[in-house]
């Protein structure tokens, strides 16, 4: 086997490495658990093997190729990767072709470990050389050998290599990696490194690319958004980088994740607020509402610093809709730790949350703690609290009942749209909205606008079936790419909201002559 490749690098390149190509095409499938940074790099997993020469499985088809780009933040992870590598060990015998490769965060943190219990997988590769998949694969069938590299630093910016976009009308950019938080609970930083910032230059240039691709909403993505120009020394760098993307033209929708209460600023608040296409939505990790437990957990604010940050967001941006992640069951909370983040819950008026039962990470300070909660406690603290959030949410949804939205049409439906006929979209807020198009209207793209009147509401979505006058679409640019993309992939546009195939690949990150921020 060969040996795990530990080189430290002095910086992480802005240049796309060689990638082989393929003497015949082979087929492939990418499946990806966690968070949007997953699903960013997935995106460029898919772009480096399309310019390898490899093509998207058909559903139906058992593929040459399957990569797991793996999360390794909660324990179910592991469970669940494993889990779906025992069930190719069948379609492995059956196809001699067939290679399985495990990247991401879990292959960062188990490393030799994957080898050993899989015998199915051929390439493991880790969260700072997701460039190296193409060469590792042509070496492990050269050899005909598992080959496994995983670096300790980063390997070269995400933004260098060939990217291939899940939709042409809406993109995911990173404005930095890792982390540079120590937070008891979190593998991350261990898993992603310090933080590393891209060039202001660098990231509008991309920005203005996919925006002459089509795409009309952006999110910016980072560990903690709001640190981003810590490594150049410009503490307003983000809410820069905010105000001059509202400088781009075509861009309507901006949107950002997640940023640290910590590190959240007052100019940040100005910015969202002045800059009119920067979305009025807010993700902001609360954790926990108890003092103690955030002080336990190195989360260096405190429950009222949170809700300030929250009165100063609505005081300027009064219809903003705030999202949270939160943690169940920390080692040591008390009865009494847990109501206090019930109260800060209820004060906070979230418009969903991301609610999790505490799971031990190796690893961490927290894993290590003897004051672990019976399951049967967390358990039934995080029945209490998802109850008290879908009812917040429900209420806050009903209060939008009568408003007029505007939608960017989604390609995703969903799960009741054959029976129901509805589509899907997302209103600036970033709520999901399921509408109906009037008989005899005409229907949407993905990528276009409509707008509708909520005629009704439940906890985590919208109803808007808008009477005859009440409908009006506004077709956009980001209908046409999502057009020429079915059109490229030789599917017959319908001129309605429709899945479609994956966009074409974009080779790297563009040199574009664009303002800094």
């Given at each position: 086997?060969?040996?795990r490749?530990?080189?430290?690098q002095?910086?992480?390149?802005?240049?796309?490495?060689?990638?082989?190509?393929?003497?015949?095409?082979?087929?492939?499938?990418?499946?990806?658990?966690?968070?949007?940074?997953?699903?960013?790099?997935s995106?460029?997993?898919?772009?480096?093997?399309?310019?390898?020469?490899?093509?998207?499985?058909?559903p139906?088809?058992?593929?040459?190729?399957?990569?797991?780009?793996?999360?390794?933040?909660?324990?179910?992870?592991?469970?669940k990767?494993?889990?779906?590598?025992?069930?190719?060990?069948?379609?492995?015998?059956?196809?001699?072709?067939m290679?399985?490769?495990?990247?991401?965060?879990?292959?960062?943190?188990?490393?030799?470990?994957?080898?050993?219990?899989?015998?199915?997988?051929?390439?493991?590769?880790?969260?700072?050389?997701?460039?190296?998949?193409?060469t590792?694969?042509?070496?492990?069938?050269?050899?005909?050998?598992?080959?496994?590299?995983?670096?300790?630093?980063?390997?070269?910016?995400?933004?260098?290599?060939?990217?291939?976009?899940?939709?042409?009308?809406?993109?995911?950019?990173?404005?930095?990696?890792?982390?540079?938080?120590?937070?008891?609970?979190?593998?991350?930083?261990?898993?992603?490194g310090?933080?590393?910032?891209?060039?202001?230059?660098?990231?509008?240039?991309?920005?203005?690319?996919?925006?002459?691709?089509?795409?009309v909403?952006?999110?910016?993505?980072?560990?903690?958004?709001?640190?981003?120009?810590?490594?150049?020394?410009d503490?307003?760098?983000?809410?820069?980088?905010?105000?001059?993307?509202?400088?781009?033209?075509?861009?309507?929708?901006?949107?950002?994740?997640?940023?640290?209460?910590?590190?959240?600023?007052?100019?940040?608040?100005?910015?969202?607020?002045?800059?009119?296409?920067?979305?009025?939505?807010?993700?902001?990790?609360?954790q926990?509402g108890?003092?103690?437990?955030?002080?336990?957990m190195?989360?260096?604010?405190?429950?009222?610093?949170?809700?300030?940050?929250?009165?100063?967001?609505?005081?300027?941006?009064?219809?903003?809709?705030?999202?949270?992640?939160?943690?169940?069951?920390f080692?040591?909370?008390t009865?009494?730790?847990?109501?206090?983040?019930?109260?800060?819950?209820?004060?906070?008026?979230?418009?969903?949350?991301?609610?999790?039962?505490?799971?031990?990470?190796?690893?961490?300070?927290?894993?290590?703690?003897?004051?672990?909660?019976?399951?049967?406690?967390?358990?039934?603290?995080?029945e209490?609290?998802?109850?008290?959030?879908?009812?917040?949410?429900?209420e806050?949804?009903?209060?939008?009942?009568?408003?007029?939205?505007?939608?960017?049409?989604?390609?995703?439906?969903?799960?009741?749209?054959?029976?129901?006929?509805?589509?899907?979209?997302?209103?600036?807020?970033?709520?999901?909205?399921?509408?109906?198009?009037?008989?005899?209207?005409?229907?949407?793209?993905?990528?276009?606008?409509?707008?509708?009147?909520?005629?009704?509401?439940?906890?985590?979505?919208?109803?808007?079936?808008?009477?005859?006058?009440?409908?009006?679409?506004?077709?956009?640019?980001?209908?046409?790419?999502?057009?020429?993309?079915?059109?490229?992939?030789?599917?017959?546009?319908?001129?309605?909201?429709?899945?479609?195939?994956?966009?074409?690949?974009?080779?790297?990150?563009?040199?574009?002559?664009?303002?800094?921020?």
């Open positions: 086997m060969t040996p490749l530990d080189t430290a002095t910086g992480p390149s802005t240049l796309a490495p060689e990638i082989p190509v393929l003497e015949a095409p082979r087929s492939y499938e990418v499946r990806t658990f966690g968070c949007q940074m997953n699903v960013h790099d995106e460029r997993i898919s772009g480096m093997l399309e310019t390898a020469g490899y093509v998207p499985a058909q139906e088809d058992e593929p040459d190729l399957i990569v797991f780009n793996t999360c390794a933040v909660r324990e179910n992870a592991d469970n990767l494993y889990g779906n590598l025992s069930q190719l060990v069948g379609p492995k015998k059956r196809n001699e072709r290679q399985v490769a495990v990247g991401g965060c879990l292959a960062q943190k188990d490393q030799d470990r994957i080898l050993e219990t899989s015998p199915v997988v051929d390439v493991v590769f880790g969260t700072h050389n997701i460039g190296s998949l193409p590792l694969l042509e070496r492990a069938r050269h050899n005909e050998d598992a080959q496994i590299e995983i670096l300790e630093s980063l390997e070269t910016f995400p933004s260098a290599l060939p990217t291939k976009r899940d939709q042409a009308y809406a993109g995911w950019v990173s404005i930095s990696v890792g982390c540079n938080n120590t937070c008891t609970f979190c593998i991350v930083p261990l898993l992603r310090k933080e590393e910032d891209r060039r202001p230059g660098d990231i509008l240039a991309e920005v203005q690319a996919l925006v002459d691709q089509g795409a909403e952006v999110t910016l993505l980072g560990q903690n958004v709001n640190s981003y120009g810590v490594s150049f020394g503490r307003q760098a983000f809410s820069k980088l905010l105000r001059a993307c509202g400088q781009i033209e075509g861009l309507e929708r901006v949107r950002f994740t997640s940023p640290h209460p910590a590190a959240f600023t007052d100019d940040v608040i100005d910015a969202m607020a002045e800059t009119p296409n920067v979305m009025p939505q807010l993700h902001m990790p609360l926990s108890s003092d103690r437990v955030l002080k336990d190195r989360r260096s604010y405190r429950s009222a610093r949170f809700l300030r940050i929250l009165e100063k967001v609505r005081e300027q941006i009064p219809h903003a809709a705030i999202t949270t992640d939160i943690i169940v069951g080692p040591g909370e009865e009494e730790d847990f109501q206090d983040t019930l109260d800060v819950v209820e004060r906070s008026r979230f418009s969903s949350a991301f609610t999790f039962q505490y799971s031990v990470r190796p690893g961490t300070p927290a894993g290590e703690r003897e004051d672990q909660l019976p399951k049967e406690v967390v358990q039934h603290r995080y209490r609290l998802v109850a008290l959030q879908d009812r917040i949410a429900a806050e949804n009903e209060q939008l009942v009568g408003r007029t939205l505007e939608l960017l049409v989604t390609a995703d439906t969903g799960r009741k749209s054959e029976a129901t006929h509805r589509l899907s979209g997302r209103a600036p807020d970033q709520r999901l909205v399921h509408f109906s198009v009037p008989e005899g209207e005409q229907a949407p793209r993905p990528g276009d606008f409509v707008t509708v009147p909520v005629t009704r509401a439940a906890a985590y979505h919208l109803i808007a079936d808008p009477q005859p006058g009440q409908y009006r679409l506004r077709r956009s640019r980001g209908g046409d790419a999502w057009e020429r993309e079915q059109a490229a992939s030789c599917a017959a546009p319908s001129g309605g909201a429709a899945g479609g195939a994956g966009g074409a690949v974009s080779l790297g990150m563009p040199s574009l002559p664009v303002r800094g921020a």
